[in-house]
């Protein structure tokens, strides 16, 4: 029954979208990080703190990856760079890949998990289509540190 109206959400959001693309930000979902092509799903909101002292929220999407990730919470991370795309960093486990698509196309401020190796992504630029890559969430924006090559520690919690 979950699922039915989940599909049902998902339907009637791309309905709205489509009837208003040529206003790129009406609609109840907030701006994305990268433009009117993206939209946010309600969910979930997290903060992801650097030791620098830069903070960004996100929205996790419902669905059993992104729960699983959340049951996680709080983590600190250490990110690395990796293909000068998206900061990487490994999960303390495996994340469910139930209801998962096979692939996604991610998005400069997506944060996904990676099910072959098992790790947490969060893109900064964008990239091609990937099989195993599932999408948890959208950054409200891209913080300035993500953009270095260098690794970044971050604090990733539930807001309350």
Same mark, same amino acid.
């Given at each position: +029954?979950?699922? +039915?109206?989940? /599909?049902?959400?998902?339907?009637?959001? /791309?309905?709205?979208?489509?009837?208003?693309?040529? #206003?790129?930000?009406?609609? @109840?979902?907030?701006?994305?990080?990268?433009?009117?092509?993206?939209?946010?799903?309600?969910?979930?909101?997290?903060?992801?703190?650097? *030791?620098?002292? #830069?903070?960004?929220?996100?929205?996790?999407?419902?669905?059993?990856?992104?729960?699983?990730?959340?049951?996680?919470?709080?983590? *600190?991370?250490?990110?690395?760079?990796?293909?000068?795309? #998206?900061?990487?960093? $490994?999960? @303390?486990?495996?994340?469910? +890949?139930? !209801?998962?698509?096979?692939?996604?196309? %991610?998005?400069?401020?997506?944060? /996904?998990?990676?099910? %072959?190796?098992?790790?947490?992504?969060?893109?900064?630029? $964008?990239? !091609?289509?990937?099989?195993g890559l599932v999408r948890l969430g959208r950054l409200s924006?891209?913080? $300035?540190?993500?953009?270095?090559? !260098? @690794?970044?520690?971050?604090?990733?919690?539930?807001?309350?």
């Open positions: +029954m979950q699922r +039915m109206i989940h /599909a049902a959400r998902l339907f009637a959001g /791309a309905a709205f979208a489509l009837a208003f693309q040529a #206003e790129p930000h009406a609609g @109840p979902a907030p701006p994305s990080p990268t433009g009117p092509k993206a939209r946010v799903v309600p969910g979930i909101q997290i903060r992801l703190a650097g *030791t620098d002292g #830069e903070s960004v929220e996100a929205i996790l999407e419902e669905s059993a990856a992104a729960r699983d990730f959340r049951a996680l919470l709080p983590l *600190t991370l250490t990110l690395t760079d990796y293909n000068a795309t #998206e900061k990487i960093a $490994d999960l @303390p486990r495996r994340l469910s +890949m139930e !209801g998962a698509p096979v692939s996604i196309d %991610p998005e400069p401020g997506d944060l /996904a998990y990676y099910a %072959p190796w098992g790790n947490l992504a969060i893109f900064y630029k $964008d990239f !091609g289509t990937s099989r924006r891209i913080p $300035d540190a993500f953009r270095r090559s !260098g @690794p970044v520690s971050v604090t990733i919690e539930a807001v309350p």
